[in-house]
């Protein structure tokens, strides 16, 4: 019997029972749409914190405060000491400390009510540099930003973020006019280019102003000089690993500490950030992927079963085509061919679902799922192996009944 005649034969064996296969068919397309849906979820999560690091600025370094400890001895997180300052980051900015940095901005942040008319909005006031547009990889679409006049001269001026402009003034030109922050007036100079939010913030609801502004206007008191964060842009990626240790060393040296151990501020990258969180996702894809494979292996005992019950019920089948001649070998590979149809059918559909449910889902759960090819290649292959792993014991025990056995069979 040629290859063509035994496809030709599987495939109408196949037919024969059509609720049975689909039964079948549908036991793999659920396990196949699972793996590839979960394994999608993954990769669109890591693509999404990969994505989410990078908006935050190119080639970044990000310094942070060190922790606090009250007088009872309860110590509070990272970033709630104040030991960073303004001087710190004009330290940073020199040539001479530190070569391998591009540039510097410290920022220093709280939240305040903007008033325009009878409009209101609290958000987040960014007090900073004219570095921090660089470092954050940050455009405008409308004015411009801060300069070093701007902050030598305390001016009360203020860029807004897309969202704040959008709560504020509408389709209206906001260039120009002025709004309160908090009590104090201060002139719209600049829109920022909506970037979307993050996984915890989102970056379009904040306004940005001199530091020395928000220093003198917002903060006051002792704490006004202190800043939340120092954003340091490297030269390149490559130089990013000197940036650290330059700016690493002359913090050390600027606090006066000799062990690093100890040093009250930290020092964080996008990779550290990035593999952080791609970790923690990683994590999470191989349990539900583990999950999503339990039904795959459900859907290969299905394959099994169903083929063992053909057997059983073909054996007079079976019993003359072997008296006609079929060899063994011949059975065998035509209960393979009916297994491993029924594995690429369950795969391609299972695909197929895969694929609509990557399409419709975000729009349901507002996560992102990736469909790599190699994925959906992948699948179909595994189903198809399916098929014929659980085939072969079916297919065996076929070819091994005796001829005139199948014949006598009731």
């Known amino acids: 019997m040629s290859w063509l005649e035994t496809v030709r034969t599987g495939l109408e064996a196949v037919a024969t029972h059509r609720l049975r296969s689909a039964l079948t068919i549908l036991g793999i397309m659920i396990g196949i749409a699972a793996v590839i849906l979960t394994v999608g979820l993954g990769e669109g999560a890591q693509a999404?914190?990969?994505?989410?690091?990078?908006?935050?600025?190119?080639?970044?370094?990000?310094?942070?405060?060190?922790?606090?400890?009250s007088t009872s001895g309860v110590r509070g997180g990272f970033g709630t000491a104040s030991t960073l300052t303004v001087a710190n980051?004009?330290?940073?900015?020199?040539?001479?400390?530190?070569?391998?940095?591009?540039?510097?901005?410290?920022?220093?942040?709280?939240?305040?009510?903007?008033?325009?008319?009878?409009?209101?909005?609290?958000?987040?006031?960014?007090?900073?540099n004219p570095d921090w547009l660089s470092v954050r990889n940050e455009t405008l679409t409308a004015g411009r930003f801060i300069v070093d006049d701007d902050v030598t001269n305390h001016a009360a001026v203020v860029v807004l973020g897309s969202e704040v402009d959008q709560e504020l003034f509408g389709i209206r030109d906001p260039i120009g006019t002025t709004v309160n922050v908090g009590t104090t007036p201060m002139t719209v100079i600049g829109v920022l280019k909506s970037v979307g939010s993050s996984s915890t913030t989102n970056e379009d609801d904040q306004v940005i102003v001199p530091i020395t502004t928000a220093a003198d206007r917002l903060v006051g008191g002792t704490t006004r000089n202190k800043v939340n964060q120092i954003l340091i842009e490297a030269q390149s990626q490559g130089?990013?690993?000197?940036?650290?240790?330059?700016?690493?060393?002359?913090?050390?040296?600027?606090?006066?500490?000799?062990?690093?151990?100890?040093?009250?501020?930290?020092?964080?990258?996008?990779?550290?950030?990035?593999?952080?969180?791609?970790?923690?996702?990683?994590?999470?894809?191989?349990?539900?992927?583990?999950?999503?494979?339990?039904?795959?292996?459900?859907?290969?005992?299905?394959?099994?079963?169903?083929?063992?019950?053909?057997?059983?019920?073909?054996?007079?089948?079976?019993?003359?085509?072997?008296?006609?001649?079929?060899?063994?070998r011949i059975i065998r590979r035509q209960f393979l061919v009916e297994a491993s149809f029924l594995g690429l059918v369950g795969g391609v559909l299972g695909v197929a679902l895969g694929v609509v449910g990557a399409i419709v889902l975000p729009h349901l759960i507002s996560d992102p799922i990736s469909i790599s090819a190699v994925a959906t290649v992948g699948s179909i292959a595994v189903a198809v192996a399916i098929g014929i792993v659980a085939g072969v014991y079916p297919a065996g025990r076929a070819a091994r009944l005796a001829p005139i056995d199948a014949l006598r069979n009731e």
């Open 48 to 69: 999404q914190v990969t994505a989410e690091v990078s908006s935050l600025g190119s080639n970044l370094l990000i310094v942070t405060p060190g922790s606090t400890t």
């Open 89 to 128: 980051a004009d330290a940073l900015s020199s040539k001479t400390v530190a070569p391998d940095i591009a540039a510097v901005a410290p920022t220093t942040t709280t939240s305040e009510e903007l008033t325009y008319g009878t409009t209101n909005w609290t958000t987040s006031v960014v007090g900073t």
């Open 239 to 328: 130089s990013l690993s000197a940036a650290y240790q330059e700016a690493d060393y002359e913090l050390l040296a600027l606090h006066a500490i000799t062990t690093p151990a100890q040093a009250d501020f930290t020092i964080t990258s996008q990779q550290q950030l990035a593999d952080a969180s791609n970790s923690v996702n990683k994590t999470l894809t191989v349990l539900l992927g583990g999950v999503a494979g339990i039904s795959l292996l459900v859907g290969g005992i299905g394959v099994m079963n169903i083929m063992l019950v053909s057997v059983t019920e073909r054996v007079r089948e079976i019993g003359l085509r072997k008296a006609l001649g079929a060899t063994p």
